[in-house]
Nanobody, 120 residues
């Protein structure tokens, strides 16, 4: 069974930094895209950053150079370094992975979510 286990997050002051990580466990053949999304109650989930297996990266427009996504293919982990955090970054952050199993079937998985709160 494939699971995405997130760690990191918490409370930070404006201008501070946090690092999120998300490890994919279970039997998989390949991971294509890994990414981070966030959601505020009453609003749609939005893309924060994603990194493809070929290294291509996309960021949400609001990131503006503050966040860095990276992945370690050796242990199937994706990271999100968040710098210069703002109160409007407060949200629940979810990691996502698009995978292929040994039977060449494609599945998308989500992590359990982690709260990030930016407040004085």
């Amino acid at each position: 069974q494939v699971q995405l286990v997130q760690s990191g997050g918490g409370l930070v002051q404006p201008g501070g930094s946090l690092r999120l990580s998300c490890a994919v466990s279970g039997t998989i053949f390949k991971i294509y895209t890994q990414g981070w999304y966030r959601q505020v109650p009453g609003y749609a989930r939005e893309l924060v950053a994603e990194i493809h297996s070929d290294g291509k990266i996309n960021y949400g427009d609001f990131v503006k150079g503050r966040f860095i996504i990276s992945r370690d293919n050796a242990d199937n982990t994706v990271y999100l370094q968040m710098n210069n955090l703002k109160p409007e970054d407060t949200a629940t952050y979810y990691c996502n992975a698009d995978t292929e199993d040994s039977e060449r079937l494609y599945y998308g998985y989500w992590g359990q979510g982690t709260q990030v709160t930016v407040s004085p």
